[in-house]
């Protein structure tokens, strides 16, 4: 990826501020240390590569050169956006989803933070926020996508079945463009975050619907239910085989079908 080429295919949307690196250890942990500097609303850090990129919990995210897609976007929560954390991970997906369905794949959120294609992660979110007390004062969303078969990490690091947007759509990716689709529905559903619209959209690209599936807490509590879809606040409502519906929130919770 060379910076002129990323800041042409970008120069039509309203970031206020674009880093590029060519390799950095996180482009979360970049955007982190310049949203504390004063980075704008919209200051986006992308890579070619990361060497030390995040997941979730404790996992870590790969992205070798030239292969996949890794940037983290600084949002600095407006008043109406206050209140809707889980939101901005959901966000981050549909905005992938959208990009991604524009190119004829189908395209499915893991809720709370993948992106599947035929039950395969290829996108994962990683969304974090510092506090000022009890207001966030940034949001820090992380993408990060696979684009070609290299950016597919080994089976064996893996707990989840993995794969590239190359591979399932069969034809090369344009990664500039790709990720400017991306940016672009983000800035448009970022417009609609405090809408009905925005969790109807979620909702509509939630995977394993109508599926038994199984969610582990942080505490390591399993929960076991059939997925029935999205509350109007983005939890996610499970029927379980006896006893009544439950909603599990938004938190450092894993979801798995149980086949
Ligand atoms: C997950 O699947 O657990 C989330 C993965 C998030 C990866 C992206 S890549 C860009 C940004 N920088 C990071 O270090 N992580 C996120």
Request: with cysteine; charged share 20%; glycine share 10%.
């Amino acid at each position: 990826m060379k910076e002129d080429n990323l800041r042409t295919a970008l120069a039509d949307l309203p970031l206020q501020g674009l880093r590029f690196f060519a390799q950095t250890s996180s482009t979360n942990d970049a955007a982190l240390t310049w949203a504390a500097d004063g980075a704008s609303d919209l200051s986006l850090v992308v890579a070619d590569e990361q060497t030390s990129g995040r997941g979730r919990g404790s996992r870590r995210w790969m992205t070798p050169a030239g292969v996949g897609l890794a940037f983290s976007l600084v949002l600095r929560p407006k008043p109406a956006e206050m209140g809707l954390f889980p939101h901005f991970t959901a966000l981050g997906a549909v905005a992938v989803c959208e990009a991604v369905g524009g190119r004829g794949l189908a395209p499915q959120i893991k809720w709370p933070n993948d992106v599947l294609l035929g039950q395969k992660k290829f996108s994962g979110i990683l969304c974090e926020t510092s506090w000022l007390g009890d207001t966030a004062e940034y949001v820090v969303l992380g993408i990060g996508v696979n684009v070609a078969p290299g950016s597919v990490p080994p089976a064996q690091e893996l707990n989840f079945p993995v794969t590239c947007l190359e591979t399932e759509s069969g034809t090369p990716l344009d990664r500039l463009s790709l990720l400017r689709d991306i940016l672009q529905a983000l800035i448009y559903w970022r417009s609609l975050l405090p809408s009905p619209l925005f969790v109807r959209m979620w909702d509509q690209h939630l995977a394993f619907r109508g599926q038994i599936v199984e969610i582990r807490d942080e505490h390591g509590q399993v929960l076991r239910g059939t997925l029935e879809g999205l509350e109007s606040d983005g939890s996610l409502r499970l029927r379980p085989a006896k006893g009544n519906v439950f909603t599990v929130r938004f938190g450092e919770v894993h979801l798995h079908p149980v086949v």
